[in-house]
Structure formats: C-alpha cells, structure tokens
C-alpha cells in the first residue's frame, strides 16, 4: 500500500519511519502536550513540503493530554473530555499485542497527506470493542499517570507501529525513536534482524532532554512482564542493551542500539556527550538543532512587508496580531490590553526549571514593574504544567491569582497550536527563563522570532547559535555553576536590570532601534531554523543506508 500521495523526491528516497508519542499537526487533533510534539509536527509538515520518503507513526490518544480549563476560584482545572476524528481513514489493520500477560489488539488509522500538508501518519489505537476495558484505557491519555499504563503506551507504539507497518507492507530503511518511548521497536526488530550490528543499522535516535524525567527508568522484571521487550528473554535483552542491573534507562537503551544519535542544539549535542560519557558501546551523538516550520507559523502578511523592508506595514501588521491577541485576553479575563504597550509573553510547557515564575522573585519590584504609568507594560502567561504535578499546578495558580490584582496582567488557559501561534504573533518580548543548560533547544523562540517577537532570553538551548545580544535579542546572562538559590536570585536581578534599563527605553525612546532589532530577528532565524533544513539534515546525517 503506498501511503505517500505526493512525488518522493530521489535524494529522500530512503524509507524512514518517525515514531513520536506526541505530534502537534493540527488545532483539530488533540495528540501533543508540549514541545517534542511541536517539533515532531514541523519535521512531518517539511517532509511533505521537501518530498521525503517518511512516514509518522504514533498514537491516537481518545482524550489527549488534557483541556485546560478553571475552577470555580479560576484555578487551573484538568478535564478529559473524549475525542473524536472523521478525517481519519481506518485502514482496516489490527495487530495483536501481549501486554502484562494478555491480548491487547491494536488499530490503525491514516492521516492522509493532504489533510494538512504532512507526511503520511500512522495513528494508534487500542481503544474499541475488541478490548477489555484495561486495555482501552492504554491509549486514553497522554503520559498516563500510572506506570503500568504509560509501559503499556510506549509497547503499543513500539511494537505496535512496527507490526502495522509489516501488516501494511510498508518496506522500512530507517526506524527514527523521538526520544525514548518507543524503544520496544528496537525488541520487535530484533526477531527480523538477529544479529545487533544488523539491527542497529536500522535505528536512529534523537534525545530532546537532559531533564532526569525525561530519560525514563523502570524496573526491567516490570517492563519484562508487561510485554516491553517484544517476548524476548531477559537474557537476550541484557546481552543486547548491555544493562545488567535490575533499574532499566529508555534512553541508554536506545543509545546502544542506534547506529547514530543526536541531541537538538549544538549545547545539547555537548551536554548529552557530557551525560553519557561513562557509558560504554553507545551511539555517537551528534547535534542536529530543531526546527520549525516557517510555512505553518510565520504570518504571510507580516513576512511580506519585512521581505519588501516596508517597516510602516511591518508596524501596522504588528499592531493588528497584537489587537487579535488581546481579544483572546479579553475573552477570557476580561481585561483590555492595550496594543501600543509592550506586551512580555511567557508561555511554554509549564515545568519548575523553566521557571515560570521567576518574574515575580521580588514581588514589590513586579509590583513596580507592572504600575508604571508612564511606560506601561503587559504581561501574559500561558502554558500547560502536568495535570498530576502539584508543584507546577501550584505555580500556575500562584501567578493567576497575582494576575487578579492588574488589569494588565493575564494568564490565559488553552495553551494548544491556535494560543501558541496567536501569542508568538501577538506578542513584542519572548521571556525564556530556564537554568542554564537544562532547556535543550526551545523551539518556541524560533518561531516567535519568525513573527517580529524579540526573544528576551538565558542563553540555553538554541539561543548560542542564534543570539546576538542587542542586535536581535537580549540575553540573560546565566552562570551553570551557581547553586541553584544564587543562580535563581542572580538570573531574576540580570533579567530585571536588561527588562528596566534596556528593553523597556528601547521600546519607548528609540523605536528605530526596535525596529532594527527586531528585522535582525525575523532575518536571522531563517533559513537556519525553519525544520526544511532540519529534515534535510536528518537524511544527510542520519539516515544513511550502509
């Protein structure tokens, strides 16, 4: 069956299939919490766009990761409301599965091509009639909460991805794990490949994070009798990964059974090599940075008048994201921004290191910050913490309630694709604030860039390759070898003194200046950081066949 519906250009010819637990395509298909599946839906939207030989393979999650909504105190309230997709095609295929000693059945359907201009997707369920409740609920929700269920996830889309795409007659060169959820392809392989040299020529991984959540570890007699390891003896698994003991890491795992890795910056790609350094036999890591992708971010009209250098309608466009922003703002706070005030945006996954609330360390200074009349400024916060984890529901919380005292302060719920674009397009500053080295790329800089938003940020991640300070963007100078107290306490004073004396005159006194800062921005993050080079460079880099 040939699911590519558009020409295979011939320098992208070997077969890849990219397999993700997260992709963010649409607005419409809720099948992505965060950044790995912004990034996995920009590569699939430029392996279309360049012809490339790719198939996506993930999961179809009944009710997403969650819809963010507010309690009757405004507090941030996690609902799963189910889900439903009629431009999904069945493809009448169904695997079966051995899961913690029983059958579980696995469905496929097709996102076509042309729905919305990717490459071919393979969607997983296992939630209909055929199963028992328990398995139903594998494929419910998005990083399930409960152990079992998540091992259960990452088997069905490892194994389960490689036997529809065998019940699909798919012929695959090259097997891509974006990050370490589906290394159970690897076990599945491994009866078609037996030999390790063999089956490491047809993997590839990419780790996104050096985050200690992010590279999972279970117990390997629980993975074992939950089915992760394909029905291969514990024997053979060991001998293969060469983990000896009893915890067991996805992400050295998936190390020592790829032919190459790669981190997403050029200061991941070194932090990643730092990690695993004392770790023998494992791939090397190279750096391949993210991307995004231009055509699906990037307003067309605010594009044209910077490529025509007419900064009076680059201005007036500006003016008008910022109108359509603020009627987001109003909706659903109801409060009016005003679209000739500088307006700071904050707004990615919600997780302690990215330090959501590092604004409001001093909150008289805030206060300050936020009362001055004479050069006002606008302060938006948007993002989705773990529905289970308290400490960022905390934060969450903590800043919506603050945000009540300030006509001028929002926190705004529904951080999906739609808020995601609006807020980059809408915006002027693009505050990123994690502890130095502990972001690997963050990729939403990127494409706030893309649309004349002025990235205020630590130089983490993708800003080294990227940033020039007071050119276009400002940097947060950041110091990894501060425990984290000074560290938090220097970085608020750094970010405070550039915020006061720099950005804000600037945007007030000088507007040339910002405006010359700020066509620095839209130039420089292209074309380097749109995902078309990215997904070229995957093929170049990684996906060679021997």
């Not at 703002?329 to 921004?337: N, P």
Request: hydrophobic share 40%.
């Amino acid at each position: 069956m040939n699911l590519h519906t558009y020409k295979i250009k011939d320098e992208y010819k070997t077969s890849v299939a990219y397999f993700s637990m997260e992709f963010a395509i649409d607005q419409a298909l809720k099948t992505y919490s965060g950044g790995l599946g912004f990034l996995s839906g920009s590569h699939m939207r430029s392996a279309y766009d360049l012809g490339q030989n790719v198939i996506g393979v993930g999961m179809l999650w009944s009710y997403g990761y969650y819809d963010q909504a507010r309690d009757n105190h405004k507090e941030l309230k996690a609902e799963f409301i189910r889900k439903r997709y009629y431009f999904l095609e069945d493809l009448n295929i169904e695997v079966k599965l051995n899961i913690n000693s029983h059958p579980v059945y696995v469905k496929a359907f097709l996102l076509k091509p042309e729905t919305f201009g990717t490459a071919p997707m393979i969607f997983l369920t296992t939630d209909y009639e055929k199963n028992d409740h328990l398995a139903c609920t594998i494929s419910h929700k998005l990083y399930d909460v409960y152990e079992d269920t998540r091992i259960a996830q990452e088997t069905v889309l490892g194994v389960g991805g490689v036997k529809v795409l065998e019940a699909l007659n798919q012929k695959i060169d090259i097997y891509h794990l974006n990050e370490g959820h589906a290394l159970p392809l690897a076990f599945e392989l491994y009866k078609k490949y037996p030999t390790k040299d063999e089956l490491k020529s047809k993997i590839v991984f990419t780790t996104h994070t050096p985050e200690k959540a992010g590279n999972e570890e279970h117990n390997i007699h629980k993975l074992h009798q939950m089915g992760f390891f394909a029905d291969l003896d514990l024997d053979q698994v060991r001998e293969l990964t060469q983990i000896y003991d009893d915890n067991f890491s996805l992400t050295l795992g998936a190390l020592r059974l790829s032919k190459i890795a790669n981190g997403v910056s050029k200061l991941h790609g070194v932090v990643s090599n730092d990690m695993w350094k004392n770790f023998d036999n494992i791939a090397p890591i190279i750096a391949i940075t993210n991307a995004q992708n231009r055509k699906y971010w990037a307003d067309k009209p605010l594009s044209d008048s910077f490529e025509k250098n007419e900064d009076n309608k680059l201005i007036a466009r500006k003016k008008q994201l910022k109108k359509r922003l603020f009627e987001i703002v109003a909706d659903q706070t109801g409060k009016l921004f005003d679209p000739d005030v500088l307006t700071i945006v904050w707004a990615r996954r919600f997780a302690e290191y990215k330090r959501p609330n590092l604004l409001i360390q001093d909150i008289e200074r805030f206060k300050k910050l936020v009362t001055n009349s004479d050069r006002p400024v606008q302060i938006i916060w948007a993002g989705k913490p773990y529905p289970f984890d308290m400490n960022a529901i905390h934060i969450f919380n903590e800043l919506t309630h603050i945000s009540f005292d300030y006509a001028n302060v929002a926190v705004l719920i529904g951080y999906e694709l739609a808020l995601s674009a609006m807020l980059k397009k809408g915006s002027d500053i693009w505050l990123n604030t994690p502890r130095i080295t502990r972001e690997a790329s963050g990729t939403s800089g990127m494409t706030a860039s893309m649309n004349g938003v002025i990235n205020f940020s630590i130089n983490d991640g993708w800003m080294p390759e990227f940033s020039k300070d007071r050119e276009n963007s400002f940097i947060i100078p950041a110091d990894p070898n501060q425990d984290i107290e000074t560290q938090d306490r220097n970085d608020y004073l750094n970010m405070m003194d550039i915020l006061e004396n720099q950005i804000i005159p600037t945007y007030y006194d000088n507007q040339d200046e910002w405006i010359k800062i700020m066509k620095n921005s839209m130039r420089d993050v292209l074309p380097y950081f749109d995902s078309d080079r990215m997904a070229d460079e995957y093929y170049s880099k990684m996906y060679r066949v021997n």
